[in-house]
């Protein structure tokens, strides 16, 4: 590998690492605020009617922006293709949800879920001015210019939401919140990286998007069933209210993956690209992100776990039961959030090799099992169940993926169990702490809970860094130097 690509990409990490960082703490904040004013029924609204638009909106990019990152040449008529191309696909999008808007409330009684589809619709323009110049900044590396973008876009939201909801808006604070987001990252990311646009159509481009983004499109669609058809079943057939305790539970469940997502994912990715004819080199990187995506993973999920009712009870429910109900569930998908960050380094290694058929292959398989479990799951054992079958069904995907790892990259199921054996390992030292807490009785005050935190991450850390010779000190350097330098 380059130097200059090795220099970008630790200070690419660098750069995710502290803006992701204040990103997660502006939407801890803020999700904390909104939990306490908002109930499980404004949730679920919202994420019901969200169901449907985020289906949409898989068929509003068919993998261009990854092709723009991956192409060797870009030009200023494949840039203004791709412009061409999305800004059709969204205005098609906006005219096909507005439709939907009117058909959805005859088959489900959910109030309201006719307006926050039409309105979350306009996303899809908002975004499509954007769209190029962050994919050009992906492609360029800046991670810089991108982060200060998610930054001030992710503010604004959580700015808007809170004081709607703090005036009474309800679930409608999460809506506004929503498309003020996306316009604010519309004009930042144009105002970092400018791109003189304009509507130019090219049939052979086309071609050339599609080819690449086709299976990245079946990927993209199978992995919205993947990630929603829990949530239409629970709304579908349990109501707003307890999909609104299940999509609280899968949402912070799930910050971690995103959180890696944001960080290591979105700056290896490129890297992976620039040196995927170097295979010893690709598999070393890739090693490297699954053993410190199944650290952090592990270190922030497993402590959420351990403290999961003093979480729910005293900080989302500010002393009350109000988010008890989804305990369990909460706990289930702490775990699915490990097994997600754990098995997604794979996504862009694959993507990389252009064997885009394969991510489509292991979600349509889990996708399939989900489906076919999900309404059982729900119907015997609540949404507990449902957050059981998301777990497995998820975990399925490395059949898959590993057999063709050892093929494709020569990386074979022994090397993953090594990378991953340090991190598990550690993690037994969360159930000594949590006996310890139990046992004496420890109580649930906001003192107490940090108190609880700051041991179960320094019982965890401790033996790891151990256990990997502190090479994680080394590397927190490393960054630390990047972003000064």
């Given at each position: 590998m380059a130097e200059g690509t090795g220099k970008k990409i630790v200070k690419g990490v660098a750069y995710n690492s502290a803006a992701r960082f204040l990103v997660i703490a502006i939407q801890g904040v803020a999700g904390i605020v909104l939990a306490r004013l908002l109930n499980s029924t404004d949730y679920g609204i919202v994420a019901f009617a969200a169901i449907f638009v985020t289906f949409l909106s898989q068929f509003s990019d068919f993998g261009i922006g990854s092709a723009l990152v991956e192409r060797k040449v870009v030009d200023q008529k494949v840039l203004n293709t791709?412009?061409?191309?999305?800004?059709?696909?969204?205005?098609v999008l906006i005219v096909v949800a507005v439709v939907l808007s009117f058909i959805v409330p005859h088959f489900f009684d959910t109030p309201h879920i006719d307006w926050v589809i039409r309105l979350l619709a306009l996303n899809f323009v908002l975004n499509s001015?954007?769209?190029?110049?962050?994919?050009?900044?992906?492609?360029?590396?800046?991670?810089?210019?991108?982060?200060?973008?998610l930054l001030v876009s992710t503010a604004a939201g959580a700015v808007v939401a809170v004081v709607l909801a703090l005036y009474g808006f309800g679930f409608w604070s999460l809506v506004y919140s929503a498309?003020?987001?996306?316009?604010?990252?519309?004009?930042?990311?144009?105002?970092?990286?400018?791109?003189?646009?304009?509507?130019?159509?090219?049939?052979?481009?086309?071609?050339?998007?599609?080819?690449?983004?086709?299976?990245?499109?079946?990927?993209?669609?199978?992995?919205?069933?993947?990630?929603n058809t829990a949530n239409f079943i629970v709304g579908a057939v349990a109501g707003a209210e307890m999909l609104g305790y299940f999509?609280?539970?899968?949402?912070?469940?799930?910050?971690?993956?995103?959180?890696?997502?944001m960080t290591v994912l979105s700056v290896l990715f490129p890297a992976f690209?620039?040196?995927?004819?170097?295979?010893?080199?690709?598999?070393?990187?890739?090693?490297?992100?699954?053993?410190?995506?199944?650290?952090?993973?592990?270190l922030l999920n497993g402590t959420l776990l351990c403290i999961s009712e003093d979480f729910l009870r005293t900080i989302l429910g500010a002393g009350t039961d109000k988010w008890m109900p989804a305990l369990d569930c909460f706990r289930i998908l702490c775990v699915y959030g490990i097994v997600r960050a754990i098995l997604e380094p794979l996504g862009n290694v694959i993507v990389v090799f252009g064997d885009t058929k394969v991510l489509f292959q292991a979600n349509l398989i889990a996708s399939v099992v989900q489906i076919a479990l999900l309404y059982p799951a729900l119907a015997w054992f609540g949404v507990e169940g449902v957050a059981f079958v998301v777990l497995c069904s998820y975990g399925l995907q490395y059949a898959i993926y590993l057999p063709y790892m050892a093929s494709r990259a020569e990386i074979g199921a022994g090397i993953f169990?090594?990378?991953?054996?340090?991190?598990?390992?550690?993690?037994?030292?969360?159930?000594?702490?949590?006996?310890?807490?139990?046992?004496?009785?420890?109580?649930?005050?906001?003192?107490?809970?940090?108190?609880k935190v700051v041991v179960y991450a320094a019982a965890y850390v401790l033996p790891f860094s151990y256990l990997t010779d502190f090479q994680i000190v080394r590397h927190l350097k490393e960054l630390t130097s990047a972003r000064m330098q």
């Amino acid at each position: 590998m380059a130097e200059g690509t090795g220099k970008k990409i630790v200070k690419g990490v660098a750069y995710n690492s502290a803006a992701r960082f204040l990103v997660i703490a502006i939407q801890g904040v803020a999700g904390i605020v909104l939990a306490r004013l908002l109930n499980s029924t404004d949730y679920g609204i919202v994420a019901f009617a969200a169901i449907f638009v985020t289906f949409l909106s898989q068929f509003s990019d068919f993998g261009i922006g990854s092709a723009l990152v991956e192409r060797k040449v870009v030009d200023q008529k494949v840039l203004n293709t791709a412009f061409t191309v999305r800004n059709l696909l969204s205005l098609v999008l906006i005219v096909v949800a507005v439709v939907l808007s009117f058909i959805v409330p005859h088959f489900f009684d959910t109030p309201h879920i006719d307006w926050v589809i039409r309105l979350l619709a306009l996303n899809f323009v908002l975004n499509s001015f954007g769209f190029v110049s962050s994919a050009l900044l992906r492609r360029e590396m800046n991670f810089l210019g991108g982060n200060i973008a998610l930054l001030v876009s992710t503010a604004a939201g959580a700015v808007v939401a809170v004081v709607l909801a703090l005036y009474g808006f309800g679930f409608w604070s999460l809506v506004y919140s929503a498309l003020v987001s996306s316009l604010v990252s519309a004009i930042v990311i144009n105002m970092i990286r400018p791109c003189h646009l304009r509507y130019e159509f090219h049939r052979e481009t086309v071609r050339e998007f599609w080819k690449f983004g086709s299976y990245m499109f079946l990927a993209g669609l199978t992995t919205y069933v993947l990630f929603n058809t829990a949530n239409f079943i629970v709304g579908a057939v349990a109501g707003a209210e307890m999909l609104g305790y299940f999509s609280l539970a899968l949402d912070w469940g799930s910050r971690v993956p995103v959180l890696l997502g944001m960080t290591v994912l979105s700056v290896l990715f490129p890297a992976f690209a620039s040196i995927r004819d170097d295979k010893a080199q690709l598999r070393k990187m890739y090693v490297e992100s699954v053993r410190y995506s199944g650290f952090l993973a592990i270190l922030l999920n497993g402590t959420l776990l351990c403290i999961s009712e003093d979480f729910l009870r005293t900080i989302l429910g500010a002393g009350t039961d109000k988010w008890m109900p989804a305990l369990d569930c909460f706990r289930i998908l702490c775990v699915y959030g490990i097994v997600r960050a754990i098995l997604e380094p794979l996504g862009n290694v694959i993507v990389v090799f252009g064997d885009t058929k394969v991510l489509f292959q292991a979600n349509l398989i889990a996708s399939v099992v989900q489906i076919a479990l999900l309404y059982p799951a729900l119907a015997w054992f609540g949404v507990e169940g449902v957050a059981f079958v998301v777990l497995c069904s998820y975990g399925l995907q490395y059949a898959i993926y590993l057999p063709y790892m050892a093929s494709r990259a020569e990386i074979g199921a022994g090397i993953f169990l090594k990378a991953v054996s340090q991190p598990v390992f550690c993690s037994v030292s969360f159930v000594a702490v949590y006996g310890m807490f139990h046992y004496w009785s420890v109580g649930d005050s906001l003192p107490l809970i940090g108190l609880k935190v700051v041991v179960y991450a320094a019982a965890y850390v401790l033996p790891f860094s151990y256990l990997t010779d502190f090479q994680i000190v080394r590397h927190l350097k490393e960054l630390t130097s990047a972003r000064m330098q």
